[in-house]
């Protein structure tokens, strides 16, 4: 189900978008050679408890998932770029991390991610990371009022393929708003002029991924992480954004 939000209920979605910028920033800061993704974990919940807001992920259950999820953040590294499950494990020179975060305040939610090399960056991966935020600047600039969800598909798919990389279309962006995950799905590629017609108070997650050299994955045996078929790395970028008539408002902007 499709559902609008007046603009008063979009203005109280912005805390929630706040805090997840916030939240991502600091992570953002954090991730360096040496840094345990647990601890990237125990940040996040310190700043959860804090702020008094509630984790989307901590008791997320859908029916593919062997156990509630148990974290409150995504950590995702090198061949990992979705739904990675944070674990003892310390980062290294090179490594391309992927954090992805959703939570909820005032009864809101908001979901952002972000990818980061922690020391010596590979040309390659800082053009797979610049190629999802690409991808989603011009996602975002297609989401106005009378577009259709596939103009920002075609737009995320066409950054994509220009780039040479190809898309994987079983995840991609959704509805958000009392809960995480809602419709409609935001395919990161499609054609124009096909699917819904968006209208004012339509709020989605955005969030093109990609990986170097397949568009397959495989679930790790955590039964949560997604890892790349062929062992390539990969990236992701996500922002939560309103469709509203002055354009789109990207609800989890981070202050630069
Ligand atoms: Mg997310």
């Known amino acids: 189900m499709i559902e609008l939000r007046?603009?008063?209920?979009?203005?109280?979605?912005?805390?929630?978008?706040?805090?997840?910028?916030?939240?991502?920033?600091?992570?953002?800061?954090?991730?360096?050679?040496?840094?345990?993704?647990?601890?990237?974990?125990?940040?996040?919940?310190?700043?959860?408890?804090?702020?008094?807001?509630?984790s989307c992920y901590i008791d997320y259950h859908p029916s593919f998932g062997a156990m509630p999820f148990g974290k409150v953040l995504c950590t995702s590294v090198n061949d990992a770029v979705l739904h990675g499950?944070?674990?003892?494990?310390?980062i290294k020179d090179?490594?391309?991390?992927?954090?992805?975060?959703?939570?909820?305040?005032d009864g809101w939610v908001a979901d952002s991610a972000l990818t980061v090399i922690a020391g010596t960056k590979d040309p390659e991966d800082v053009r797979i990371i610049e190629t999802t935020r690409k991808?989603?600047?011009?996602?975002?600039?297609?989401?106005?009022?009378?577009?259709?969800?596939?103009?920002?598909?075609?737009?995320?798919?066409?950054?994509?393929?220009?780039?040479g990389y190809s898309v994987n279309l079983d995840f991609g962006g959704h509805g958000v708003g009392r809960t995480m995950h809602g419709d409609p799905h935001v395919a990161n590629d499609g054609r124009r002029g096909r699917g819904l017609k968006m209208k004012a108070g339509l709020v989605i997650a955005i969030e093109p991924w990609l990986l170097r050299t397949t568009d397959e994955l495989y679930t790790d045996p955590d039964g949560w992480t997604l890892r790349s078929a062929d062992g390539s790395r990969g990236a992701h970028s996500e922002h939560t954004v309103a469709i509203t008539p002055d354009g789109p408002v990207i609800l989890t902007q981070r202050s630069v």
């Not at 090179?94 to 305040?105: R, T």
């Not at 996602?139 to 103009?151: H, L, M, P, R, Y």
């Open 135 to 163: 991808a989603l600047e011009a996602g975002i600039s297609e989401a106005k009022v009378g577009n259709k969800i596939g103009d920002i598909s075609a737009a995320i798919g066409d950054v994509c393929a220009a780039e």
């Open 85 to 90: 499950l944070p674990h003892a494990y310390k």
């Open 94 to 105: 090179g490594d391309v991390v992927s954090v992805d975060f959703a939570a909820s305040v």
């Open 6 to 54: 007046t603009p008063a209920e979009i203005e109280a979605m912005r805390p929630a978008g706040r805090f997840v910028a916030d939240v991502l920033t600091r992570l953002e800061s954090e991730i360096a050679v040496g840094v345990d993704l647990l601890d990237l974990d125990r940040i996040a919940h310190q700043m959860i408890r804090e702020r008094g807001a509630e």
